[in-house]
């Protein structure tokens, strides 16, 4: 048996990034995931400064050899109706590739790694968990998305009592021929929202790179709307005609709809695997990082992992993102008075479109990156 003083489940941004922050601690820290890296990993991809700031991710180190693209602009509109284009004036999002950024995060830690390695077993023993009968630890944490083996063992996994956001997407490199007709611009990602506000799609130019998908809370119409958006997009000659592969599809839950406990004894749950992804938007890159941030505030000098001592790290993310307990908005994307008849029209104004679908719901722009609050 291996003993370690953490073991990590999800070699993903909010794993890795937990294993980042500890790596110097002296702590023994064992990183399991069953993929290997890079990986293939379904996510429009787009990172704010904030979440490259939180990582300490030097720009130009980073874009040299890796897909990054700049976003000065959006194209937002509702699904049926014209759409408007805002320019933001400077640089307010990042387009990265998901198997390159998760590969650089993962790359760049120094604690072991066991790859290609699914978790078959997690059971108490001694006031330990040992994970798959091979290692033994007092801390084990769930950072392996949705359907997170952690998640289940603390008794409220993938089910059908959670309200899921489904999503379908597809990445690929467009052929020369492709890339000349595709009318998506690079610094300007296109946002369709349904017309019953229950999901949106995308159109994302990365250089060559091309991402279009679809994400809706009623997942057995996905396939559905997903289609017609396709379809109309080709018609207006925005995408290729010829898209290659299948789309993929994964799912995750929103913050102000998950229930799922986020510590317990010896057990604590970070990202997606704690259903962190923003509400408005299903963001999920920038919570899986902060998330993983507050939790190396707890454990770096913590050596009791009861759920009592590891409830601090509850305390943090309501602190942070807000408290699940309080009225949320309802619905997906938008709160009750944004909805029909009213948001055809808010869909349709340069301001509403900016300052709260763009910069509020989607940027976050008005709360500061994780660092900068904690040395506030």
Request: proline letters at 6%.
């Amino acid at each position: 048996m291996d003993y370690y003083d953490l073991i990590i489940v999800g070699a993903g941004p909010a794993g890795s990034t937990l294993a980042h922050a500890l790596q110097d601690t002296g702590k023994r820290i064992l990183v399991i995931d069953k993929q290997d890296f890079p990986r293939d990993k379904t996510c429009a991809g787009w990172v704010t400064p904030a979440v490259m700031d939180s990582l300490d991710i030097d720009i130009n180190s980073y874009g040299t050899g890796r897909t990054l693209q700049p976003i000065r602009r959006f194209c937002i509109g509702m699904m049926g109706q014209p759409a408007v284009e805002n320019d933001h004036g400077e640089i307010v999002s990042y387009g990265i590739r998901r198997c390159e950024f998760d590969a650089f995060l993962l790359d760049r830690t120094t604690v072991p790694k066991q790859l290609k390695t699914p978790v078959k077993s997690i059971v108490r023993h001694d006031g330990n968990w040992v994970v798959n009968d091979t290692w033994e630890a007092p801390l084990v944490v769930g950072a392996g998305g949705h359907f997170c083996p952690v998640a289940k063992l603390m008794g409220d996994g993938p089910g059908s009592h959670e309200v899921v956001v489904a999503a379908k997407e597809v990445e690929f490199e467009m052929t020369p021929q492709q890339a000349e007709v595709c009318e998506a611009r690079g610094d300007t990602p296109e946002l369709w929202f349904c017309r019953d506000l229950k999901g949106y799609a995308w159109v994302f130019r990365k250089g060559n790179f091309l991402n279009i998908g679809l994400g809706r809370e009623d997942n057995h119409k996905l396939t559905e709307h997903l289609n017609a958006f396709v379809e109309e997009m080709k018609s207006e000659g925005r995408i290729p005609a010829d898209l290659p592969g299948k789309f993929k599809g994964h799912a995750y839950l929103l913050y102000a709809h998950a229930e799922r406990p986020l510590a317990d004894d010896g057990l604590l749950l970070i990202g997606d695997s704690a259903g962190l992804a923003y509400t408005q938007s299903g963001e999920g890159i920038r919570p899986a990082i902060e998330s993983a941030l507050m939790a190396a505030d707890i454990i770096r000098d913590q050596e009791d992992y009861s759920a009592q001592a590891l409830q601090a790290y509850g305390e943090a993310i309501a602190s942070r993102f807000g408290n699940r307990a309080m009225p949320q908005d309802e619905g997906w994307q938008v709160p009750d008075w944004v909805k029909m008849p009213l948001a055809s029209t808010l869909m349709r104004s340069h301001w509403f479109t900016r300052k709260v679908v763009t910069e509020k719901w989607f940027l976050h722009q008005q709360v500061p990156p994780l660092a900068t609050v904690s040395q506030g």
